[in-house]
């Protein structure tokens, strides 16, 4: 079974929608990230969480909003869709317990297209 | 401030042909170094990491990384390619003193086994 899973895959939807991502882990990791994709861009980290009380907005946050609502789940909302939000969106964790490095493991990610 | 570089979006090899991946990193203290892998329709799975250790890194599947601090660089290197590394590769560097959860994330290469 994935440890990290994300819901829905695919979706395609309209401008000015409101669309939610859910990410969910059995891992027992703190730590939950949301990345975007873009070709030729890499990974740009929009929001991530230290715990059910910590939010933090990253590099891109404008445009989405994010909500913990358990140690487990965490869940990416854009409230009204455009365009050019268009991509790949993935799921992290990670642990820092005692001699972590910080690895992150991703879900297989959920492809969104806004028309 | 950390950056990751790395060098062509694309590289093509034949089959049994060395691979090598070029990543060049800034960052104004000891960074961790991670390498990841992404295969179709998949999320990014960690291939090899260098966490001050040993500067000569191996990883799964045959890679294998050096860190060389005075170049600055951390590239990806496999001695004989095979159909099955056609994926896409993520250089990516985190600060250990921020408890690691900025990781900057490359552009990406992608990589293509020709038989």
């Known amino acids: 079974d994935a440890d990290v899973t994300q819901t829905p895959r695919n979706r395609i939807t309209k401008t000015g929608k409101r669309i939610m991502l859910e990410c969910s882990q059995t891992?027992?990791?703190?730590?939950m990230y949301w990345y975007r994709q873009d070709p030729g861009l890499g990974l740009r980290l929009i929001y991530y969480?230290?715990?059910?009380?910590?939010?933090n907005k990253g590099e891109i946050s404008d445009g989405y909003s994010v909500s913990r609502q358990a140690q487990a789940k965490f869940s990416l909302s854009l409230e009204s869709a455009i365009p050019n939000q268009t991509a790949l969106y993935f799921c992290?964790?990670?642990?820092?317990?005692?001699?972590?490095?910080?690895?992150?493991?991703f879900g297989p990610g959920t492809r969104l297209t806004v028309l | 401030a950390q950056s990751v570089t790395q060098l062509g979006s694309h590289v093509s090899v034949s089959e049994g042909a060395l691979v090598l991946l070029r990543c060049n990193y800034s960052?104004?203290?000891?960074?961790?170094l991670f390498w990841y892998v992404q295969y179709p329709n998949q999320g990014l799975q960690l291939l090899l990491k260098?966490?001050?250790?040993?500067?000569l890194v191996k990883g799964i599947n045959g890679f294998e990384a050096e860190f060389k601090k005075s170049e600055t660089s951390f590239h990806l290197t496999k001695p004989s390619a095979h159909m099955s590394d056609a994926a896409e590769y993520f250089c990516?560097?985190?600060?250990?003193?921020?408890?690691?959860?900025?990781?900057?994330f490359g552009a990406g290469t992608r990589l293509f086994v020709k038989a």
């Open positions: 891992k027992g990791h703190d730590r």
């Open positions: 992290a964790t990670s642990d820092l317990t005692s001699g972590s490095t910080d690895e992150q493991f």
């Open positions: 260098y966490t001050s250790a040993a500067t």
């Open positions: 990516a560097v985190s600060d250990p003193n921020t408890g690691g959860f900025k990781t900057i």
């Open positions: 960052s104004s203290v000891p960074p961790y």
């Open positions: 969480s230290f715990d059910v009380k910590d939010i």
